[in-house]
């Protein structure tokens, strides 16, 4: 099975992604979201991802309780680890406006 971590989950491109998923057999690796984190938390209970990167650390403090068998990361440097996470079976889809 081919896995997938995606940059910018809650976007217009991202959200047809995750449809992409859903119909064929990809996993979910780790993903990355902006402002959203009701749209998050709906994607983390869908897809059960190993790794999520939010924008703020607020985000990611309260994702932390919430989800603790995920790993977090916050910010531009969590977007650079997220990016760098062993990808040998899968691809890394970037989704995010202006990248």
Do not use: W
Request: proline share 2%.
């Amino acid at each position: 099975m081919k896995e997938i971590i995606l940059l910018g989950a809650t976007g217009s491109i991202g959200t047809q992604c995750l449809d992409v998923i859903r119909g064929n057999k990809f996993i979910l690796k780790g993903f990355s979201f902006g402002n959203n984190i009701n749209q998050a938390i709906k994607i983390i209970e869908e897809f059960h991802p190993l790794y999520v990167c939010c924008k703020e650390e607020k985000d990611k403090k309260d994702l932390e309780k919430k989800y603790p068998n995920v790993v977090f990361f916050y910010g531009d440097s969590g977007l650079i680890n997220l990016a760098k996470i062993d990808l040998s079976k899968g691809v890394l889809v970037n989704a995010l406006m202006g990248m």
